[in-house]
């Protein structure tokens, strides 16, 4: 019954590889997320999708890529790896984009290392 | 600039104590701020969430505060137990259409039996 799950887990990878991340969720909510955890523990967002649709796209390089194929889905497609890519990535959903009830509900994370 | 601030430093106190823990924030106007809990290796955890025209909050053993003119969120934990170390977040939530939330770097809390 896991509310928001992601994988793989753990994530271990060459530079200049292409890789994705899957993120799942089965509360029914329309809003999803990605968020970066860096080493110094900042949780930054990253993209929103909102229905499918994209509705937030912070300053990220386009080598990163957010697919919604339906509201339940959100994955992540990274190209050409990079070190600094090394970080944990969280999935996120809520139930609504904007209003009081929006608290937000995170997966597990995927802890990627690019070597 | 702005900026979410919460103690770099690790909070340790003793089992039964209360735990406050501090988030100062400057140059936003957050509609609403809420209250994480991360423990290592798992992702964050909603607790609390307070509005902006909200003083005080409560929920069991957890209180959050929340002083617009000071810019300040104070989480407390009463008769706090070893099972409430983890890291705290706190988290803004910015007036825009997208729910944008910014997130402190957390406090890590640890309580010694």
């Known amino acids: 019954d896991t509310a928001v799950s992601q994988t793989p887990k753990y994530l271990v990878t060459q530079m200049g590889n292409d890789k994705s991340i899957k993120c799942e969720q089965n509360?029914?909510?329309?809003?999803m997320y990605w968020y970066k955890q860096d080493s110094k523990k900042f949780l930054k967002i990253m993209f929103s999708?909102?229905?499918?649709?994209?509705?937030i796209n912070e300053t990220v390089p386009n080598r990163f890529s957010p697919k919604s194929p339906d509201k339940a889905h959100l994955n992540l497609h990274i190209n050409s790896l990079e070190l600094g890519d090394s970080a944990v990535y969280f999935c996120a959903s809520s139930q609504v984009s904007y209003g009081p009830t929006d608290t937000q509900y995170f997966g597990p994370g995927t802890r990627l290392t690019v070597l | 600039s702005q900026k979410i601030e919460q103690n770099s430093e690790a909070l340790n106190i003793q089992e039964g104590k209360t735990a406050t823990l501090t988030c100062n924030y400057t140059n936003y106007s957050p509609a609403y701020l809420q209250w994480y809990r991360q423990d290592p290796g798992r992702g964050p955890v909603f607790l609390l969430l307070?509005?902006?025209?909200?003083k005080e909050k409560r929920k069991e053993r957890l209180k959050v505060t929340f002083d617009t003119t000071l810019k300040q969120s104070l989480f407390h934990i009463t008769a706090s137990q070893p099972a409430d170390s983890a890291t705290y977040l706190c988290?803004?939530?910015?007036?825009?259409?997208?729910?944008?939330?910014?997130f402190g770097a957390g406090t890590i809390l640890r309580v010694k039996s």
């Open positions: 988290a803004l939530v910015k007036r825009e259409y997208g729910n944008k939330l910014v």
């Open positions: 999708y909102n229905n499918k649709e994209l509705i």
């Open positions: 307070i509005r902006e025209n909200e």
């Open positions: 509360l029914g909510h329309d809003t």
